[in-house]
């Protein structure tokens, strides 16, 4: 059963950094695209980055200049590089990934921003 495992969250001020990472297990397949989302409270969840299998990256506007996402296609497993995080960035963070045409999702990790 394929599993996506997020770690990486946590509470840090304005201004500050922290890296996600969100490996893939119980497959021997390769993820197609992988990327993440957020959720802040009261809002839906929104698109903050993918990148494709090859290597092609995609980001929201809000985010474009600070986070970095980036992939190890051998440990199946992708990472996200947020700098310069703002108190807008507070959400719960979901890794997603696409095997062999279906969508898997993580229980997402918390990144709280403060002011």
């Known amino acids: 059963q394929v599993q996506l495992v997020e770690s990486g969250g946590g509470s840090v001020q304005a201004g500050g950094s922290l890296r996600l990472s969100c490996a893939a297990s119980?497959?021997?397949?390769?993820?197609?695209?992988m990327g993440w989302y957020r959720q802040a409270p009261g809002k839906q969840r929104e698109l903050v980055a993918t990148?494709?299998?090859?290597?092609?990256?995609n980001y929201v506007d809000s985010v474009k200049g600070r986070f970095t996402i980036s992939r190890d296609n051998a440990k199946n497993t992708v990472y996200l590089q947020m700098n310069s995080l703002k108190p807008e960035d507070t959400a719960v963070y979901y890794c997603?990934?696409?095997?062999?045409?279906?969508?898997?999702w993580g229980k997402g990790t918390l990144v709280t921003v403060s002011s």
């Open positions: 997603t990934a696409s095997i062999r045409g279906i969508n898997y």
């Open positions: 119980g497959t021997m397949f390769m993820a197609n695209a």
């Open positions: 990148i494709a299998s090859g290597g092609n990256r």
